[in-house]
């Protein structure tokens, strides 16, 4: 380890340890939303809706989040936004309604977008140049970790009670702990703010605004909705939260190959690569695999699909640091936040609509957005042959729920 990097050591585990806590949290009240929607017996498009009020609140947060930390600052904003966010869980018992929980569920995306800033923009500010990369990606395989944990904390307490929404509360309430006892002065915040143009993003990487808003849509419906599809097909509690455990453990092992990967040759050729396994592995899944099968080949699908729709995100981002100017990387990573946040949306909307339409609405959904980010792949190869720039922005993974601060 640096002598650069053991310096911040102390203020890092701070920070991921609260980070862990919310990413453990969230995801674990992402899958409990859609087991307990099912036996409310709300329908596969209201379920979908519950999952798009995250992102459409993660959206408006991050476009406001910003604000907020320049007037109370960061350990105060952390409080606040930590302390609805916990109430929020809550809020999914007291109004047992689709809508209710489309509003619950968008106001806790508003507060993990705020989140989320404080923490990336403290692990910015902690970071030098020579250690940004090494930093933030710890940050990103923290959070794909925590991710793990969260979903397999499921089979503690039965969804059809009360029992789980109280133990998210409570490791969302936990996350403020070593925040708001760290001893770490705080980063002071720009007072500019970064003029984002998606008009102008998509002349400079037009695969980039594309396969950004499509990775929503992917991502998004899988873990909004694969809960429900894996609840349909006789999974017990602890089946889905392996299920989606693999998809994420898939992420997190194949997230260091494919950067690697991409490092070495045209990032969209990775991407394409990936876009074409994902649909072909789901396709499988849904076709091939018996509903008797053992239990572990299905794991092992979801490890193979996660594994290459998570990293996907990451790889996208680079390619776009590579078409653009330095000066524009917080703009270009805002952007696209924006494009990835309105697929996330869009998705379980309309990947709800197919599963209440369609036997096989889910995978459909899935696999048109992955089959479209490789069409719409080649055509770019076709037309641009080779990225512009000469010297290439590493690969930094990102996280499950990137939130830029600007």
Do not use: K
Not at 19 to 30: D, F, H, R, S, V
Not at 174 to 187: D, M
Request: aromatic share 8%.
């Amino acid at each position: 380890m640096s002598t650069s990097l053991r310096n911040v050591v102390p203020t890092l585990i701070a920070l991921l340890t609260g980070y862990g806590l919310m990413q453990m949290g969230n995801t674990l009240q992402g899958t409990l939303l859609s087991l307990r929607g099912g036996i409310e017996g709300f329908s596969a498009a209201e379920i979908g809706a519950v999952g798009a009020g995250f992102w459409i609140g993660i959206v408006i947060g991050s476009l406001r989040g910003g604000r907020l930390i320049r007037r109370v600052g960061h350990i105060r904003t952390f409080a606040a936004l930590g302390a609805i966010a916990s109430t929020a869980a809550l809020l999914h018992l007291l109004v047992i309604d689709p809508l209710g929980w489309v509003l619950a569920r968008a106001m806790t995306g508003f507060c993990f977008a705020g989140l989320f800033m404080v923490v990336e923009s403290w692990v910015n500010g902690a970071a030098t140049p020579q250690t940004r990369g090494q930093i933030l990606s710890i940050y990103g395989m923290t959070g794909l970790m925590a991710g793990i944990g969260g979903q397999l904390l499921l089979p503690t307490a039965d969804p059809a009670e009360f029992q789980p929404f109280c133990i998210v509360a409570s490791i969302i309430a936990f996350a403020l702990v070593p925040i708001a006892l760290t001893r770490a002065a705080a980063p002071r915040q720009p007072e500019d703010e970064v003029h984002i143009s998606l008009r102008r993003l998509y002349r400079q990487s037009p695969f980039g605004v594309v396969a950004g808003f499509l990775c929503g849509v992917s991502t998004s419906t899988f873990f909004s909705l694969a809960p429900l599809w894996a609840q349909r097909r006789g999974f017990d509690d602890a089946s889905v939260a392996l299920f989606m455990a693999s998809g994420t453990l898939g992420g997190f092992l194949a997230t260091w190959p494919l950067g690697w990967l991409s490092d070495r040759i045209d990032r969209r050729a990775v991407i394409i690569g990936a876009a074409v396994t994902a649909a072909t592995t789901l396709l499988a899944l849904v076709a091939m695999v018996p509903r008797d099968a053992p239990p572990w080949v299905i794991y092992l699908c979801a490890a193979l699909f996660g594994g290459t729709i998570i990293p996907t995100y990451s790889i996208v981002i680079a390619h776009v640091n590579d078409t653009v100017a330095r000066d524009d990387f917080v703009a270009a990573a805002g952007g696209l936040l924006i494009m990835q946040g309105a697929g996330a949306a869009i998705g379980p909307i309309v990947g709800g609509l197919a599963m209440s339409l369609f036997t096989r609405g889910l995978s459909m959904t899935i696999v048109t957005a992955q089959l479209l980010i490789a069409l719409w792949g080649a055509y770019r190869l076709a037309r641009r042959p080779a990225a512009r720039r000469v010297t290439r922005a590493g690969f930094v993974v990102e996280p499950p729920v990137p939130v830029h601060a600007r």
